[in-house]
């Protein structure tokens, strides 16, 4: 549950920025006036010691996707340029055949939802420098085989294989049908939770493809009304399963290219169960299977004879919990293989041998591995991001594989980020903190040593420096239980120690998250200055419940999301409060989609803390949110109808006291305007007064033309009012 930052990110590099200003004004901030430069689709190539960047002219609307040398960081050549080509309206994103020759080229995109997207797909030869176009329908997910002789692909819920020599397509499934069968992409629910859309993939020899069938036929369906579709609004029906709801029934198979032939997997004796990740080993007739229970804190890695159809369980992990699913398993040669786990209490690295025998926990320590790059098969060292040096930083390391050597690769307090070249000898080093925006690096990976700059965002400094901003401070909390939460704050330029302030908290406070971290402004930071050069001072802190601190203080909040979280909103509140230069009567809080949950929870069992409360796009009943999600957290409302019940808004409407502002896209898919409508309905027949604004047909980020602006506009007007 989250509210996409992708499409605000294209909606500010299509924008014309903004004339400097000594005031940031909401019209600046949303025009793109203080967006920075950065490496967009950044591609590591697998062949040669090279890298990709997809660089677009937006006023233009053309792309190229050029080519680098990682040593010298030169433009070695532009692979493929879109206004070569008539039919080709710039270019979205591009994979790489495995030799590199060809390329799948993205055109016209269309969302469907988060993560799914239509398109025009087109094959580009680098050596003939031919185009052409994969097929005459929009379609999802193509992937070339191995060889590059074929390309995969989705269309209208089945799986399609084109012989790009002969151009002859032949379909691996018929039954794909609209909101009942799904063939080699995922449904809703997968989508938003598991984080994947492709569920099919070729095996390394290109005779197989293994992939994920869904039966959605029994899932309760969710109907959206669409507002601007003629004189009549029309209907959007989709299968979402609710919590406690029938989910798709999922099956595998795998297809032999060759005889055509298509066999279902027999797993297990499972029931009422998930497949979060397949993946192919380096043995090419083996398939990994992850298979978790609905609880999701139980998972069973599964290898796959591919020929025989034999699945055999070789490894399990439990929690009392639940499980976190990851993209983290790599295969080395021997098919041994690295997984993370935060099976002793935190996300660390381990090497099991092909058989699913602990070879060796490599990275220990009362901190977490938050980014796993890879391993580097010459020198067997691992190369990871972690949290060592604070859980508001991040740093790169490298690991032997045996679990010594250990090598802090940057050394600068804020947070790093890595791409590393394809023989692991280099790596560009993407840096930012809260006063420094990212930076672009190439460095050494034998010691982390400086290479060259490749790119910087001095300008943006320079333009901020006529604005006098305060810096972000950064400090903990402890409540009055004992309990330390990191915590930011952003005060006026002229702060005076001896003026009473009011206070605007956002978080957003769902399980694993961050928002008090140690790195370059996103877009709401510029808000808040805004916000502190009219007077505020605004603060920000991590609860109980929140990532990077250890799986005792993530799963604290296991059955009763909102109950824990809430606590330390209003202890922190408290704590602030008895500032000697804070308004202990004029405090707000606000948030996005669980952070909007959260805020409306805040004002209503907080009643005499906070004065005000903004909930965007908020979780009003548990009961209303998806399966998968809710259910990792909570199980079922059947099991759990406490946990659910108690720390749901919608039942204590009846304690609102303060001013309060409820908003809502219509069209959002993830979290339904229903919980909105219902909240609504709630606080009416409480007898009670507030705020609130529908969205017409926009999605759970709330975006499109000038509707951020607009939402700004009004949040901040609310605040001003209120607080």
Not at 192 to 202: G, R
Not at 519 to 547: F, P, S
Not at 629 to 648: F, H, I, L, V
Request: hydrophobic share 35%; with cysteine; proline share 3%.
């Amino acid at each position: 549950m989250k509210y996409a930052k992708k499409s605000i990110l294209l909606f500010l590099l299509a924008a014309t920025p903004a004339l400097a200003q000594q005031k940031i004004t909401l019209e600046e901030i949303w025009r793109g006036g203080f967006r920075t430069q950065g490496m967009d689709e950044l591609t590591p190539m697998a062949n040669t010691n090279q890298y990709t960047v997809l660089n677009t002219d937006w006023n233009a609307g053309t792309s190229t996707v050029d080519l680098y040398d990682f040593a010298t960081l030169n433009k070695v050549s532009t692979l493929v340029d879109s206004k070569k080509f008539g039919e080709l309206h710039g270019i979205d994103s591009y994979t790489f055949s495995k030799d590199e020759k060809k390329i799948l080229l993205a055109s016209n995109s269309e969302p469907i939802f988060r993560h799914s997207f239509t398109a025009d797909f087109y094959i580009y030869d680098t050596a003939s420098k031919a185009l052409t176009k994969l097929t005459e329908e929009k379609v999802q997910e193509p992937s070339f085989s191995p060889d590059g002789s074929k390309v995969a692909y989705v269309y209208n819920n089945n799986i399609y294989v084109k012989d790009v020599a002969n151009g002859i397509t032949r379909p691996v499934t018929t039954d794909g049908k609209k909101n009942s069968i799904i063939n080699g992409v995922t449904d809703w629910v997968y989508e938003e939770e598991f984080s994947f859309v492709k569920a099919y993939q070729w095996n390394a020899m290109g005779d197989k493809i293994a992939y994920i069938r869904f039966d959605e036929a029994d899932v309760p369906e969710f109907t959206m009304e669409l507002y601007d579709q003629g004189l009549y609004p029309q209907p959007y029906t989709f299968k979402y399963p609710k919590a406690g709801e029938t989910n798709s029934t999922v099956t595998l198979h795998i297809y032999d290219v060759k005889t055509n032939a298509d066999k279902e997997i027999k797993l297990g004796n499972y029931s009422d169960f998930y497949i979060p990740r397949i993946k192919w080993t380096n043995e090419a007739q083996t398939l990994s299977v992850q298979v978790i229970n609905r609880h999701q804190n139980n998972l069973d890695l599964i290898f796959v004879d591919a020929n025989t159809g034999a699945a055999k369980v070789v490894m399990n992990e439990t929690d009392a919990a639940y499980v976190d699913i990851t993209d983290n398993l790599t295969f080395l040669n021997d098919n041994s293989y690295i997984w993370t786990s935060e099976k002793d209490g935190y996300n660390h690295i381990y090497h099991y041998s092909k058989t699913g025998k602990l070879i060796d926990q490599v990275t220990k320590g009362k901190w977490e591995v938050t980014a796993y790059y890879g391993f580097d098969k010459k020198t067997g060292n691992i190369f990871y991001q972690s949290t060592e040096n604070g859980s508001i930083n991040r740093d790169v390391y490298k690991i032997n594989i045996n679990g010594k050597g250990k090598t802090r690769l940057t050394t600068q307090a804020g947070t790093s980020d890595a791409k590393f070249s394809p023989d692991f000898d280099l790596f560009i080093n993407f840096f930012s903190s809260a006063t420094q925006p990212e930076t672009f690096t190439l460095n050494s990976s034998k010691d982390g040593t400086l290479v060259k700059e490749i790119l910087n965002n001095d300008a943006i400094l320079q333009k901020l420096a006529a604005y006098k901003l305060s810096k972000k401070e950064f400090t903990t909390i402890t409540t009055e239980k004992g309990h330390v939460l990191n915590t930011w704050f952003i005060k006026p330029a002229d702060f005076d120690a001896t003026k009473k302030y009011p206070v605007l908290m956002y978080q957003y406070s769902g399980p694993g998250s961050q928002e008090v971290a140690n790195k370059w402004n996103e877009i709401n930071d510029y808000w808040y200055h805004m916000l502190a050069q009219q007077g505020y001072i605004v603060a920000c802190v991590d609860g109980r419940g929140t990532g990077f601190k250890g799986a005792e203080f993530k799963k604290v909040t296991y059955k009763e999301l909102g109950k824990y979280e809430v606590e330390d909103q209003i202890d922190a509140a408290k704590v602030i409060g008895k500032y000697a230069y804070v308004d202990a009567s004029r405090i707000g809080i606000w948030g996005w989609s669980y952070g909007g949950f959260m805020s409306s929870n805040c004002i209503l069992k907080g009643a005499d803390v906070f004065k005000a409360a903004i909930a965007v796009a908020p979780v009003t009943n548990w009961r209303f949110y998806d399966s998968v999600y809710t259910e990792r957290y909570m199980q079922t409302p059947q099991e759990n109808a406490g946990g659910y019940d108690t720390n749901s808004p919608i039942n204590f409407a009846k304690n609102l006291k303060g001013k309060y502002l409820l908003i809502h896209g219509s069209a959002d898919d993830n979290v339904h305007v229903q919980n909105t409508m219902l909240m609504i309905e709630a606080l009416v027949q409480a007898n009670k007064q507030f705020d609130w604004a529908i969205y017409p047909d926009k999605n759970h980020g709330i975006y499109g033309g000038a509707t951020r602006l607009q939402l700004y506009t009004k949040m901040t007007n609310f605040i001003k009012e209120n607080l």
